[in-house]
């Protein structure tokens, strides 16, 4: 019995809304499923939305948004994923990392302030697993000395910190609906907006269309569309956007049931006891949670290299997760050392992600706590 690493959502009624859009002629951006999406996730967090290509995409278009110039700085966690930092370096900004929490992955609150020059324009924070940064303290931070919080959410849609959507705090929130996310177009993205700046909000409808002024037109407000500003092509398809809404209309059954399995695997950490095992995913069961990853730190990087082996010899497959970019051809290319973040240097050798979609069967979920068990006293 083999058990992926992970098995996208699949809602019955993903094919029919697919063709009603081939069926329909209109295969482009902006059409009725963008609509559906927008409305229902608008409706769901209580912000501006703007659907996207893909996260990558949205970061890209919230530095355009605050206006980021050559050299100016934002800060973000160096154990993220590159399109953190490619957002801030394709538009001419500088990239400058810091530290994460040693046990929810998230950035550090406490080591921000003093990474503040008078040149940082930003700071991205990263919700790993679906885990909330400090986002009080970091906003505090942000207005202290005005500062723009873009939020990357990725990994963070319809997880809460005190009752707030991640993606929502911040001055803007990114999301991902990548193959590997809670819930999928395959690719695609969205972009929260949070304020009542109508030109802002319209500056981001002309860069998300290419620069034009398209949904003017669309909206019957002129007669021709025409080239506005600086943007790109960051508008999904409709057939993109019919599988999302598909998998939109079930998240919390989509959600209960990765909560589900992980809470088990915290069950079945927290019945293992041993001397090898450095942290282990704690969810948060104060918020709304969205499980996106459960994962397991070992104290050595051997003892990690032994768990995954063993769970690949009993057909599981688990795997590691970012390299810290500043440890990354490019991180060093920046001017980085490999010791500057001597935790996150180590982090991602150390970490083993587990098996987790909502499919996961019974017998399966037998399996994993039998070769976890096994894999734990053998390394």
Known sequence: MKIPFNKPYHSDKAMDYIKKVIDS????GDGYFTSKCKKLLETRLGVKILLTTSCTHSLELAMKLINIEKDQEV?????????????????????VFTEVNHD??????????????????????????GNPCDMDRIMGIAQKYGLYVIEDAAQGLYSTYKGRQLGTIGHFGCYSFHETKNVSAGEGGAITINSDNKKLIRRAEYIRQKGTNRIDFNNKNVELYQWVDIGSSYCPSELLMAY???????IDDIHSKRLKIFNRYLE??????????????????SEDFNAHIFYIIFKKEAYADGFIDILKANDISAYRHFV??????MGLSLGYEENDFCYERDLYKKLIRLPIYPDMTEKQLVKMERIIKKAVNNI
């Open 25 to 28: 002629g209109n295969i482009g």
């Open 75 to 95: 800060i973000m966690p160096s154990y993220t994923f590159p399109s953190t930092a490619n957002s801030v370096l394709f538009n001419g900004g500088k990239v």
């Open 104 to 129: 929810d992955l998230c950035i550090d609150a406490s080591k921000i302030e003093e990474k503040i020059t008078h040149r940082t324009k930003a700071i991205i924070v990263v919700h790993y697993g």
């Open 244 to 250: 999302l809404y598909s998998q939109l209309e079930n």
């Open 268 to 285: 079945i950490l927290d019945n293992i006891e041993s001397d090898k095992i450095q942290y282990y995913a704690k969810g948060n069961k």
């Open 324 to 329: 810290p970019l500043h440890l990354s051809k």
